[in-house]
């Protein structure tokens, strides 16, 4: 766990520097405090679903988010026969999935009910609990 968090901290700059036009509209800060608790919250997910590593789930997720093509596809408004380079861009970018993340997460109310909005798995709660943990920790870090 600390070598995932040392390196999505390394990451950190480069998801900052791509989020931080998207803060989210639940962090309630100052502006450049929600862009980087929009960054380390992309972050966290990343530890919970691939530790960081290009990856495919059992039941066709893919990538650092772990985000199913079809998903990406409703979420981003592409077409059915855009299915192949959607599943090639979430195996290589972490900007294609980290642009669906922000808009999937966008439909939440509050970090937890957001983070249980993404996860389309059977125990939403716990994901979101682990996944709120690792933010914690790497806000911890942070500052």
Not at 33 to 61: D, N, P, Y
Not at 74 to 95: F, Q, R, V
Not at 106 to 114: F, I, L
Not at 121 to 126: E, I, R, T
Request: proline share 4%; net charge positive; glycine share 4%.
């Amino acid at each position: 766990m600390q070598f995932v968090i040392n390196y999505l901290l390394l990451m950190a700059e480069e998801v900052f520097s791509y989020s931080a036009s998207m803060p989210l509209h639940f962090f309630k800060d100052e502006p450049w405090i929600a862009k980087r608790k929009t960054a380390v919250l992309l972050m966290a997910i990343m530890a919970t679903e691939s530790h960081g590593r290009f990856v495919k789930g059992e039941h066709g997720e893919r990538g650092v988010y772990q985000i199913k093509p079809e998903t990406f596809m409703l979420a981003m408004g592409y077409k059915k026969e855009d299915l192949p380079d959607i599943e090639k861009a979430l195996m290589t970018s972490h900007y294609a999935a980290m642009k669906c993340a922000i808009k999937l997460l966008k439909r939440g109310s509050s970090p937890y009910d957001a983070l249980k909005r993404y996860n389309a798995g059977p125990d939403k709660s716990a994901y979101a609990l682990r996944v709120m943990r690792i933010f914690q920790k790497i806000m911890s870090r942070a500052y």
